[in-house]
């Protein structure tokens, strides 16, 4: 059975970090991008960063870049995102989906764009 893990989220003050894990199993983990895909209530769905599956490029939204950073270890089947320097408005759920594709990777944020989607960890950046 095909599914994606998240976890790492929690309650953290502003200017704060965490870092998310996604585990990945039963699919070509390896030849899937992968993306982190963020929902804050009443707000559309924000592709905040991906990486190509060999993990070789990365992409990332202007509104994390310089404070989140993705990466990947396909020996393990997981992604990870760090981010740093925590602002209230990164309060969201934060997905993890997989896409199969030769190269590159999307920061779409809608889910039929992509093959697997994760079941979501709540971040909260809040004093």
């Known amino acids: 059975q095909s599914r994606l893990v998240e976890s790492g989220g929690g309650l953290v003050q502003p200017g704060g970090s965490l870092r998310l894990s996604c585990g990945a199993a039963?699919?070509?983990?390896?030849?899937?991008?992968m993306t982190w895909v963020r929902q804050a209530p009443g707000k559309e769905r924000e592709g905040v960063s991906c990486i190509s599956r060999a993990g070789e490029r990365t992409n990332y939204a202007d509104s994390v870049k310089g404070r989140f950073t993705i990466s990947r270890d396909n020996a393990k089947n997981t992604i990870y995102l760090h981010m740093n320097n925590l602002k209230p408005e990164d309060t969201a759920v934060y997905y993890c989906?997989?896409?199969?594709?030769?190269?590159?990777?999307?920061?779409?944020?809608?889910?039929?764009?992509?093959?697997?989607w994760g079941q979501g960890t709540q971040v909260t950046v809040s004093t």
């Open positions: 989906a997989a896409v199969y594709r030769s190269s590159g990777c999307t920061l779409n944020g809608d889910r039929p764009s992509y093959h697997y």
């Open positions: 039963g699919f070509a983990f390896g030849s899937a991008a």
